[in-house]
């Protein structure tokens, strides 16, 4: 398989090479080595080129690993032998984090290196950076020099090419909305809570068990996992650079199974999802947020730990991409593609559609709303709310009530008419305040009608 | 708006520039030329040159048309002219069929033009023609010269980029299986007869008047549109060249309300699929027809005119793309994508993955399959069915019966383990000859359990 991978190595091949150093030697990397060794005539084909696997970085040289070295690759526990060897192309960074991994593909880049990455964080984190990085590299370059190449498509949703599509499929479309379903974990969650009724805690350990979990659940099930991915797609969508924590994140740990049951009644299930929408031609809105779905949307349908995104355009109008948003061959291949690109000399697409330059983020938007107020039983409280809702100029499009099991501890809910979340906050804060409300309200949009 | 679309015609421009010639000036050029027109500075920059459409090519060029002709463009009625013109780089061609439109395409190619075209037929009919064509030429150039380049996005699913995703999403893996809604009048009619209870006639009309059915909807209802789609996906996923009229093939004529209510018994529901499956590693077997699809199905949830195609690989697992499949904007949208990757200097992707080489189509598959049965009521039916499945080694997996409304011209269906189609076929013929059964039966494949 090594004399595959290297054929050069012992053969006298007829073919220009280039020569690839990656740098991280786990789950991923491990793929990519895989996939390639196991392609290498297809890809020589391909790209006119013998591809080289001549440097591996990993965190400890001496730990056995699931995968074959190709022959003649040198192994170190440095990255930085990787990308200062001049004879390296093209860095592929698949280790992770946003520490070491940011310094080895900034200083990459700076070495005149292609680099892949599938490292979301450090997306999410630098991407304008980068963006500027690589267009002042290219600018210094001489004349007639191939650009240096910079491709992160495994970084959001693994096996979905959403970010080559995003990049060259909208060229002259605008993009007027994106929601996703951008969590697997999450959404095997909540499938197993509406189809097999688990509890939360049961889905959780479910999740886990199979290897959807991130080392800290709390990133998938707090939504912030999928806010990362978010924020990605909304510099592809729209341009704008938004700071994390400035995107309204709600996550799943608050969800019941009564809210399953009642999205029941409504004709539809819940799903965590991304979204973000223009709201003019000089704003964009996002939030994440568990979101009711209905059955006869394509969303719903989408189960277990599988990705999906919906882009809606001006030009194409809905588009929706689903598939593996993680796992060992998904985001390899998804690597393995950009590689590919790379070495064919496809050139780097514009980092996004300028035609949306100018727009900004704004913290607020309007949809329907799904409100579940818990309350112990006692006369006035259909009067209250409805006080309190006309207070807020919020329409009330439905009460939904289940026989109330117990007096003390029942809930109800209430669908709204389109209005922005900044109302539903202070109506809720109101509501809270009153001596028959239990604990916390839980609200969530209702897609699509008007959302937003 | 012309001003924009040549900006040299009127300005110094110190870009290069790349002239196009479009052949067809209806609905997708029309579309085509707005695009390329309200977008020009941002086109300017995503390919550092200017997109000048010099040449325009009509059947009639005293009709008024929908969109503003570039200024300093020519229009003829005669492509010879935009083939011609020496300073044409590409020729996006949009007329359509598949005489003119081959002599065109092919005679742009030999003239080292690059071809952009949405012609469905045409691909249908002579891809691997045209791909031994452009191999030719570029083999022909000299050396150093830019490779002629051909692309077709637009030809399968509007605007669906799963031409390009099949190129280029794919490259190291391996497609097993795909599977798709790949024609809008049918799926719309479909879902009507469907959620809205309407009768076949019902239904087309709807289609018909809201322009989804083709000139000639036997193109539609038969399963031939979708079959030359079906043929197109089949040489980028498994490289074979099956000759269409090969390719099992059943429309939706023989639907009745009554499959819809089994179907609905069943849990699920009927849509028109081309499916394409690797059966081994030399042999791929392909149908198109009506099939069951579970409510929980990605595919159920595919309503109206939509398209959506599910592709199965071994890296990648399951991945689907929908969209809409026809359209003015979609279609015309696809076109520019191309455009602006030719302009780009994007390298032409190999035909199919040539891993594939070598796999051969069979005419058979199995499937677990649905049948109906008109018969009228006498002694002995279910014994006759019983020892006919057993001669021909059919597992019957369910009987469906709906409390008879009249006893002469009643229906049940049989559900099968997983059969071969021949056994079925056989197994029907020999039904079709009792005494009690009343016209032909009908069958389809059930998806997904074991499906091929």
Not at 375 to 398: F, K, P, V
Request: net charge negative; charged share 25%; hydrophobic share 35%.
């Amino acid at each position: 398989m090594s004399d595959v991978a290297n054929p050069s190595s012992s053969s006298t091949s007829l073919h220009a090479t280039t020569t690839l150093g990656i740098v991280g030697g786990g789950t991923v990397g491990g793929g990519i080595v895989s996939i390639l060794t196991s392609n290498a005539p297809l890809f020589t084909t391909m790209t006119g080129k013998d591809l080289l696997i001549t440097r591996l970085a990993v965190r400890d040289t001496s730990k056995s690993r699931d995968f074959i070295t190709p022959e003649g690759c040198k192994v170190t526990d440095d990255f930085n032998d990787v990308i200062n060897d001049p004879s390296v192309d093209t860095i592929v960074e698949v280790m992770g984090g946003t520490t070491l991994a940011k310094d080895c593909v900034f200083r990459a880049l700076k070495n005149g290196k292609n680099v892949v990455t599938a490292n979301k964080a450090l997306i999410a984190a630098y991407l304008p950076e980068i963006e500027s990085l690589v267009k002042s590299v290219n600018e210094d370059r001489n004349e007639g020099t191939k650009p240096v190449e910079f491709r992160y498509e495994a970084a959001v949703c693994g096996g979905i090419p959403i970010i080559s599509s995003m990049q060259g499929d909208y060229v002259g479309d605008e993009v007027e909305m994106i929601s996703g379903i951008i969590n697997g974990c999450t959404n095997y969650m909540l499938t197993s809570m509406d189809r097999d009724g688990l509890s939360y805690d049961e889905s959780l350990q479910g999740a886990s068990d199979l290897g959807y979990a991130e080392a800290d659940p709390t990133l998938d099930v707090g939504g912030f996992d999928a806010r990362s991915k978010l924020k990605i797609l909304m510099r592809l969508a729209f341009g704008v650079d938004v700071p994390e924590d400035e995107i309204s994140c709600k996550g799943i740990t608050d969800l019941t199974k009564e809210d399953f049951e009642y999205a029941s009644m409504l004709g539809g299930t819940i799903k965590l999802l991304g979204v973000a929408k223009k709201l003019s031609s000089t704003e964009v809105a996002a939030f994440v947020s568990p979101a009711y779905v209905a059955n006869d949307d394509v969303l719903a349908s989408i189960s277990g730990a599988t990705n999906a995104v919906e882009v809606l355009s001006s030009n194409l109008q809905a588009t929706t991409y689903s598939g593996q948003g993680a796992g060992r061959y998904p985001t390899a291949n998804s690597c393995v593609n950009d590689i590919i690109k790379v070495c064919r000399g496809d050139v780097n697409p514009l980092p996004f559609n300028s035609k949306q330059e100018g727009v900004e983020f704004v913290n607020d938007f309007k949809s329907k709303f799904y409100i579940r107020l818990r309350y112990r039983d006692q006369n006035g409280i259909t009067a209250d709310c409805g006080r309190l809702c006309e207070e807020h100029e919020i329409g009330i499009y439905s009460i939904l009530q289940n026989p109330i099991k117990n007096r003390n501890d029942a809930a109800f809910v209430i669908t709204t008419d389109s209005v922005n979340l900044s109302k539903v906050k202070k109506f809720v804060a109101e509501v809270e305040g009153k001596s028959w409300c239990r604990g916390e309200a839980f609200f969530m949009p209702l897609l699509r009608d008007e959302a937003m």
